[in-house]
């Protein structure tokens, strides 16, 4: 199976920068649209942002779009959310996922295969 590895995580204040990486092992990783997702305490799981396989396609939540960017080196076998101008509303666990089929249906975690462990992002005032 593949695993995934999230980091980058850690505290910020509003308005600051992140950078999260996640390294996939497996020789497919090409294979795969990877995507992010976000999870604060007492809130369900939520969408952030997508990638297409060759990297030519992003989708974006609403709530994030103009302020991440997601990205990847399938050299390296690792996708990248950058997350700028912070808000404490951003505050959250975030998790990697990968996910084999097409490019559909890219905000349902329930599409995707495998998931990282997920690292904290925490957004002061």
């Known amino acids: 199976q593949v695993q995934l590895g999230e980091s980058g995580g850690g505290l910020v204040q509003a308005g600051g920068s992140l950078r999260l990486s996640c390294a996939a092992s497996?020789?497919?990783?090409?294979?795969?649209?990877m995507g992010w997702f976000r999870q604060a305490p007492g809130k369900e799981r939520e969408f952030v942002a997508a990638i297409s396989r060759s990297g030519g396609n992003t989708y974006y939540a609403n709530s994030v779009k103009g302020r991440f960017t997601i990205s990847r080196d399938n050299a390296k076998n690792t996708v990248y959310l950058q997350m700028n101008s912070l808000k404490p509303e951003d505050t959250a666990v975030y998790y990697c996922?990968?996910?084999?089929?097409?490019?559909?249906?890219?905000?349902?975690?329930?599409?995707?295969?495998?998931w990282g462990q997920g690292t904290q992002v925490t957004v002061s005032s």
């Open positions: 996922a990968a996910k084999s089929t097409g490019w559909t249906t890219v905000w349902s975690g329930s599409d995707y295969d495998y």
């Open positions: 497996g020789r497919t990783f090409s294979s795969y649209a």
